[in-house]
């Protein structure tokens, strides 16, 4: 379950919360002012996301080293053709 806690009642009831998250996993959404800043999530979840963001940045750096030789203009209309065929795609 995901649900909101104002900072004051995660500094309040850290532990209770700590809880909630690692026995239930339960996620947690801090806000301050209304707006999210944070978020208390399992362990297990981290190390999803962790091991997806160095996923990403590995793919990130072959495609970056794949097109490194290639002009800038060149490189956008690689990219611009891409998203065309991709739009019409899920178009249909």
């Known amino acids: 379950m995901q649900r909101e806690a104002p900072a004051m009642t995660v500094r309040q009831n850290l532990g209770e919360l700590i809880n909630e998250v690692q ?15 944070a978020a208390l999530i399992d362990m297990n979840l981290f190390e ?3 091991k997806m963001d160095e996923e990403f940045a590995a793919m990130a750096d072959k495609i970056s ?4 030789d290639l002009p800038e203009a060149e490189g956008v209309a690689l ?5 065309r065929v991709a739009r019409s795609k899920a178009s249909r």
């Open 23 to 37: 026995y239930r996993h339960d996620r947690i959404v801090i806000t301050k002012a209304g707006k999210p800043v």
């Open 48 to 50: 999803r996301i962790r």
């Open 65 to 68: 080293a794949a097109f490194a």
């Open 79 to 83: 990219i611009d053709e891409a998203v």
